[in-house]
């Protein structure tokens, strides 16, 4: 019971992962504010669902989290998006989409969530980049670009707001068992069974990452066990390199 009394908003909790530590947080003891398109069948304290890309609806969501929790103390910027392809492939759209979902909109829940934080002696956030933002893989320039200027921002606000007693950390995952990852192989005309079992091969550790490996890490980084952790990028993926 790691969280008990806590007050948690997650973006992004009807995903892979994010409905995986909305189990987690809720079974330690937290109290959890859900953020996301659709967030009619999730289990939680408060239902906020919205567009990261409405910009109003990103600034209000830590306040709205805050009123409807009776405050906050951890936030989790989990929601993303993946677009695939050389720049010479990518859309406005895909550009708009992408930076706003993976960089404005944690950027804009991050400005509103640390007054609010500082406000209840601090708190916790954790953002999540990618292995593929440290380290770019081929064919996905943007979501590489996004990754990396999320992993930065989180650097540089672990820094300036550690003072405030709010640690700032990110979580890179390699790639992950989930919607996101499935998605993209059915697309492209793989079954999405084989297609995960073959990338496991690939991995040192034998397998892909299940969304528990990640939220495992990211309570981990919430809690008060990484109380001297902060402006961390830390990478999970079974050894594997990006190549
Ligand atoms: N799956 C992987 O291999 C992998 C690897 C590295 C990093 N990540 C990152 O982990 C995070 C979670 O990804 P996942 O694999 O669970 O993906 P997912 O697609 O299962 O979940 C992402 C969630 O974000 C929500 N979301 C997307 N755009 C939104 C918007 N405009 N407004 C509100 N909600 C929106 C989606 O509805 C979805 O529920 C993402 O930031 C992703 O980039 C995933």
């Known amino acids: ?13 009807a995903g892979g992962i994010g409905a995986e530590m909305l189990t987690r947080f809720r079974a330690e003891g937290a109290r959890v504010a859900v953020a996301d398109r659709e967030t009619g069948g999730l289990e939680a304290d408060a239902l906020l669902p919205g567009d990261l890309l409405d910009h109003a609806y990103a600034d209000r ?15 989790i910027n989990n929601a993303g998006v993946i677009t695939r392809g050389a720049v010479t492939e990518t859309s406005d759209e895909d550009w708009s989409l992408s930076v706003g979902v993976n960089v404005e909109a944690p ?36 979501y590489c670009m996004t990754k990396a200027a999320i992993a930065s921002l989180t650097q540089c606000m672990g820094m300036d707001h ?4 709010i640690r700032i950390n990110a979580v890179c995952p390699n790639e992950v068992n989930t919607p996101m990852l499935r998605s993209g192989f059915a697309r492209r005309g793989f079954d999405p069974d084989s297609a995960v079992a073959e990338l496991g091969r ?3 550790l034998g397998r892909i ?22 402006g961390t990028l830390l990478e999970v993926n079974g050894g594997k390199p990006v190549s």
């Open 1 to 13: 019971m790691r969280f008990e009394g806590k007050k948690v908003l997650i973006t992004g909790a």
């Open 61 to 75: 969501l830590p306040g709205e989290a805050a009123k409807a929790l009776g405050g906050l103390d951890i936030v």
């Open 107 to 142: 950027f804009r829940i991050c400005r509103a969530a640390i007054p609010i934080m500082e406000k209840t002696g601090g708190g916790a956030i954790v953002n999540t980049a990618s292995c593929w933002g440290l380290r770019p893989g081929p064919n996905h320039a943007l």
């Open 162 to 165: 550690a003072h405030q007693g």
């Open 202 to 204: 690939t991995v040192p």
């Open 209 to 230: 990452a299940e969304p528990a490996d990640i939220a495992d890490v990211v309570l981990f980084l919430a809690s008060d066990e990484a109380r001297y952790v902060c």
